[in-house]
């Protein structure tokens, strides 16, 4: 099911297995960009009746443009479906991503320099942004959850959701989570028509300045698309964790934590890097054991063994030099001394250390975002935070006698690029001073 791999380097190279994971696609080829242009070309050209023409060929359902939109009513008659113990939970997650995500907020500055120069920055959240939330084979109110809270602590006044219709009225727990969020402009549209309708807005949905949340290959080709127009989040790849431990880890904590990361898809990526192959072989042993219990045994099993390994290494260090350099989303640390090695890993989306720090307390409840950067993205992106939703705007008060002072290097800057005017502009107001 899943290989024991001796490996002799710190990076990647040599390794079948390895450039095999790194080099995953994301599978937007050329076809589905096509098929998904073609859609947001339609839904900007012919608004709602593009989108009810596009919802009842591939989900299904016949909308008009008055019931694209959920009553408010319709949301909490669903959520009152849902029983308090998981509300309670869900409370206390939400508090948690909330207080975490107010240490990112940032604020307005300002700096005063020689003759009354005032510099500063403004920071403001967008007006609006639209959350897509999948209608899959499962429903996923931790991504709703992750998605929304940020853009609230930034300040966002006004969030749009779409989610396909039908499974929306089948999965209680999104209007559950929908309702604990305040969020009540839903909208039962999906697919590439959905992110078509929020970046170039219909009679009905209306345009958003950035789009969010997860979605199949035709919703991420469409955003892909769309960029530019709006923002978006990311492109994200299949799911990876690597695990770097050693013989004081527990094969079994290890094994079910590669085996979370595998159940999300087959072509997720579960790798073990550690210097014991002891360990290896015993996670393996596990991985075995644990699998035959668990619903989505296939999709496992083909994840494992295509994407999955346990890398035999000669070091820690060699460990944590090659989970920097796989940068993968997810990095778990379980070592002797886990603190240590966990500073020598600068690429990932996020780092979990300790044998009680699983990665699945990151996507549920520590209030960490679990939407991070993925196929080796951890090398220069980070995972999605308050600042995702705020832009910065600079600030120049300038004063007369700093003109007089610079006007002439304005100038000959301006000049060397051959820009006169831009200099005529600075030194026009010192002659008008002179004049004066």
Same mark, same amino acid.
Request: hydrophobic fraction near 45%.
């Given at each position: 099911?899943?290989?024991?791999?001796?490996?002799?380097?710190?990076?990647?190279?040599?390794?079948?297995?390895?450039?095999?994971?790194?080099?995953?696609?994301?599978?937007?080829?050329?076809?589905?960009?096509?098929?998904?242009?073609?859609?947001?070309?339609?839904?900007?050209?012919?608004?709602?009746?593009?989108?009810?023409?596009?919802?009842?060929?591939?989900?299904?359902?016949?909308?008009?443009?008055?019931?694209?939109?959920?009553?408010?009513?319709?949301?909490?008659?669903?959520?009152?479906?849902?029983?308090?113990?998981?509300?309670?939970?869900?409370?206390?997650?939400?508090?948690?991503?909330?207080?975490?995500?107010?240490?990112?907020?940032?604020?307005?500055?300002?700096?005063?320099?020689?003759?009354?120069?005032?510099?500063?920055?403004?920071?403001?959240?967008?007006?609006?942004?639209?959350?897509?939330?999948?209608?899959?084979?499962?429903?996923?109110?931790?991504?709703?959850?992750?998605?929304?809270?940020?853009?609230?602590?930034?300040?966002?006044?006004?969030?749009?959701?779409?989610?396909?219709?039908?499974?929306?009225?089948?999965?209680?727990?999104?209007?559950?989570?929908?309702?604990?969020?305040?969020?009540?402009?839903?909208?039962?549209?999906?697919?590439?028509?959905?992110?078509?309708?929020?970046?170039?807005?219909?009679?009905?949905?209306?345009?958003?300045?950035?789009?969010?949340?997860?979605?199949?290959?035709?919703?991420?080709?469409?955003?892909?698309?769309?960029?530019?127009?709006?923002?978006?989040?990311?492109?994200?790849?299949?799911?990876?964790?690597?695990?770097?431990?050693?013989?004081?880890?527990?094969?079994?904590?290890?094994? !079910? *934590?590669?085996?979370?990361? +595998?159940?999300?898809?087959?072509? $997720?990526? /579960? @790798?073990? %890097?550690?210097?014991?192959?002891?360990?290896?072989?015993?996670?393996?042993?596990?991985?075995?054991?644990?699998?035959?219990?668990?619903?989505?045994?296939?999709?496992?099993?083909?994840?494992?063994?295509?994407?999955?390994?346990?890398?035999?290494?000669?070091?820690?260090?060699?460990?944590?030099?090659?989970?920097?350099?796989?940068?993968?989303?997810?990095?778990?640390?379980?070592? !002797? *001394?886990?603190?240590?090695? +966990?500073?020598?890993?600068?690429? $990932?989306? /996020? @780092?979990? %250390?300790?044998?009680?720090?699983?990665?699945?307390?990151?996507?549920?409840?520590?209030?960490?975002?679990?939407?991070?950067?993925?196929?080796?993205?951890?090398?220069?992106?980070?995972?999605?935070?308050?600042?995702?939703?705020?832009?910065?705007?600079?600030?120049?008060?300038?004063?007369?006698?700093?003109?007089?002072?610079?006007?002439?290097?304005?100038?000959?800057?301006?000049? !060397?690029?051959?820009?006169?005017?831009?200099?005529?502009?600075?030194?026009?107001?010192?002659?008008?001073?002179?004049?004066?």
């Amino acid at each position: 099911m899943i290989e024991i791999i001796q490996h002799h380097s710190s990076t990647p190279a040599g390794n079948p297995k390895l450039q095999r994971i790194l080099t995953r696609s994301n599978g937007l080829n050329a076809e589905i960009i096509a098929r998904a242009d073609g859609i947001l070309k339609e839904v900007q050209t012919r608004g709602d009746a593009a989108l009810l023409e596009f919802t009842e060929r591939f989900d299904g359902v016949k909308l008009t443009p008055d019931t694209l939109r959920v009553p408010r009513e319709t949301i909490e008659q669903l959520a009152a479906q849902v029983d308090d113990e998981l509300i309670a939970a869900m409370r206390e997650a939400i508090h948690n991503i909330r207080t975490y995500h107010q240490h990112q907020l940032t604020h307005d500055w300002e700096i005063e320099r020689e003759n009354g120069v005032r510099l500063g920055q403004r920071v403001s959240p967008l007006a609006i942004v639209g959350l897509y939330v999948p209608g899959g084979t499962a429903a996923y109110p931790s991504t709703v959850m992750m998605n929304a809270v940020p853009a609230q602590v930034a300040g966002v006044p006004r969030i749009v959701v779409v989610t396909p219709p039908g499974k929306f009225h089948e999965t209680p727990i999104i209007a559950a989570t929908l309702k604990e969020l305040g969020l009540f402009e839903v909208y039962t549209i999906g697919g590439a028509q959905a992110v078509a309708a929020l970046a170039c807005g219909t009679a009905t949905i209306p345009a958003v300045d950035k789009i969010v949340g997860p979605g199949n290959q035709y919703v991420a080709a469409a955003k892909k698309l769309v960029y530019g127009t709006v923002d978006i989040d990311s492109i994200a790849g299949p799911s990876e964790i690597v695990v770097v431990a050693d013989d004081t880890a527990r094969a079994d904590f290890v094994a !079910a *934590d590669l085996l979370s990361q +595998a159940e999300h898809s087959e072509d $997720a990526a /579960a @790798i073990l %890097i550690t210097p014991s192959l002891k360990l290896a072989e015993a996670v393996r042993a596990e991985i075995e054991k644990q699998t035959v219990t668990l619903s989505r045994r296939a999709i496992i099993e083909k994840s494992l063994a295509d994407y999955g390994a346990l890398i035999v290494v000669e070091s820690l260090d060699a460990a944590c030099a090659l989970a920097s350099h796989l940068a993968a989303e997810h990095v778990e640390v379980i070592t !002797a *001394d886990c603190e240590r090695d +966990a500073a020598k890993i600068h690429n $990932a989306g /996020a @780092i979990f %250390i300790g044998a009680y720090s699983p990665e699945p307390v990151g996507d549920y409840f520590a209030g960490t975002n679990h939407v991070l950067p993925t196929g080796g993205t951890a090398r220069f992106s980070s995972a999605l935070g308050v600042y995702d939703f705020l832009k910065k705007t600079s600030l120049v008060r300038y004063t007369e006698a700093e003109m007089k002072r610079t006007a002439h290097m304005i100038d000959r800057i301006a000049q !060397a690029e051959g820009l006169d005017a831009h200099g005529r502009s600075a030194m026009m107001r010192i002659e008008e001073s002179i004049g004066a």
